[in-house]
Nanobody
Framework: QVQLVESGGGLVQAGGSLRLSCAAS????????MGWFRRAPGQEREFVAA????????YYSDSVKGRFTISRDNAKNTVYLQMTSLKPEDTAEYYC??????????????WGQGTQVTVSS
């Protein structure tokens, strides 16, 4: 198993940047693809970005492509989400997840508790 703890959320003005981190426990971090998802108020949780085991392959939702960058440091058991040009519609609880490569929630059995990102206009 792997336990995940997100950090780095907060309040930022539109156009600003934030970097989210997700620290994983255990020695098996490099065996998992990692994903970021988000849930906006009153909406379903949605896929944001994914990164392969080695970090060589990434994938983004259309809504964040070109603005967000996912990366990982397997030596530090940490995955990151660099968010730039933030918009009010990016306001959501952001979750990291560990599992198999994909955009569906059910491919990720392990989830963090989430970190809130609020973008003011």
């Amino acid at each position: 198993q792997v336990q995940l703890v997100e950090s780095g959320g907060g309040l930022v003005q539109a156009g600003g940047s934030l970097r989210l981190s997700c620290a994983a426990s255990g020695r098996t971090f490099s065996r998992y693809a990692m994903g970021w998802f988000r849930r906006a108020p009153g909406q379903e949780r949605e896929f944001v970005a994914a990164i392969s085991l080695s970090g060589g392959t990434t994938y983004y939702s259309d809504s964040v492509k070109g603005r967000f960058t996912i990366s990982r440091d397997n030596a530090k058991n940490t995955v990151y989400l660099q968010m730039t040009s933030l918009k009010p519609e990016d306001t959501a609880e952001y979750y990291c997840a560990a599992g198999s490569w994909g955009t569906r929630e059910d491919t990720y059995p392990y989830w963090g508790q989430g970190t809130q990102v609020t973008v003011s206009s």
